[in-house]
């Protein structure tokens, strides 16, 4: 990739409930609106074969990286543009969590507890699944609205370290024992 290239990019399992189909038919229509931009898919599944195809059926198989496993997911991650988590199913969504940590602006299917983290337009944007046009778009719109990213980027941020980290779950399982402290309390007497 030459230096400077916008960098989405998708970090999971590479299997069917992932979504990487509906990012990869996305994708041309991405290049339409940012011909630089580049993907990057990060991990290993059964579908690595499929999906390399698809991107040559499709002619993006150049703007399409297929990285394998990695162990630094975290520098990854730190170094794409938009974050994707395309997913047609997802309990939580651990990938966008750590991008939003990373104040990465993200893009996720409105599906399972995704909508728990991100806001739609407050800090990512959420798609339908299975709908490569809205992806599209919403990938679009993230490349070239500088603004908009860098703020859904910091709202992410601050999400993430108020309501997922340590010290925010410490706190969470500390009210939680005081609850049934207080609950466990035999009555008064008069």
Request: net charge negative; with cysteine; hydrophobic share 45%.
């Amino acid at each position: 990739m030459p230096p400077g290239s916008p960098i989405v990019g998708v970090v999971g399992r590479l299997e069917p409930e992932k979504g990487h189909r509906t990012l990869i038919e996305a994708w041309p229509r991405v290049l339409a609106g940012v011909p630089a931009a580049y993907l990057l898919v990060v991990g290993e599944g059964s579908r690595m074969d499929a999906l390399r195809q698809q991107a040559r059926d499709l002619a993006v198989a150049d703007r399409v990286i297929f990285t394998g496993r990695r162990d630094d997911v975290p520098a990854v991650t730190a170094a794409l543009d938009v974050a994707i988590l395309p997913s047609y199913r997802e309990a939580q969504g651990l990938t966008i969590l750590e991008a939003m940590a990373l104040s990465r602006p993200v893009v996720a299917s409105n599906v399972g507890g995704i909508p728990e983290m991100v806001e739609d337009g407050v800090t990512g944007l959420l798609v339908p699944p299975h709908q490569p046009g809205p992806l599209a778009d919403a990938i679009v719109r993230l490349l070239t609205d500088h603004p908009l990213a860098d703020t859904l980027g910091r709202a992410g941020h601050d999400l993430v370290h108020e309501r997922f980290s340590v010290e925010a779950m410490v706190h969470a399982i500390c009210e939680l024992y005081e609850e049934a402290r207080l609950l466990d309390r035999p009555p008064a007497t008069a």
